[in-house]
């Protein structure tokens, strides 16, 4: 049965941008019709390369309906806390 | 005499992040109502964090006014092209 939920989140880390875009085009071809891409820090630079590649070259009906960022703060491991920043961006796919 | 100008565009390249802040705080300072900072490739990353840090702890009343993502096509100094991605973050000081 496929997915019919409005948003859903896919994290951007450190792996392969190919290996986030395949993970995205899945999920819209699933039937989702929006997807949130996230990415804190220097993995923000490959969110917005994921989010580029699939509109130029998969899914090319796919809007950029909304970029927010943000900063988030997070625990460091050694103790204390650090600022880091982040992006969201959200992809629809086009009406048809 | 102070700028003017509606929209200044700062670069953002591979210098530290500081660099970048000092340099849109001073044009905003000096009369600019709205900066847009440009960014490709790696850099993106930095562009976010400039952005966040100038409205978090130097002008608190600025605005994320409107971010754009693109791809550009740029020419290899070894011949051939390459496609990176781009964003503009537009930063507008608030209303008074």
Known sequence: ???KNESN???IGSKGVMTYVLSC??????G???LVLKAR???ISRAVDTAEIIRNRFITDAVIKD???STETIERSEGGT????A?????AKGKK
Do not use: H, P, Y
Request: negative net charge; glycine residues 4%.
């Open 82 to 85: 650090a600022n880091v920043s």
């Open 9 to 11: 989140v896919v994290f």
């Open 25 to 30: 085009i899945t999920q819209l071809n699933e």
């Open 87 to 91: 992006i969201e961006i959200t992809i």
């Open 67 to 69: 970029i927010k960022i």
């Open 32 to 34: 989702d019709q929006e």
């Open 1 to 3: 049965m496929s997915k």
């Open 41 to 43: 820090g220097r993995a």
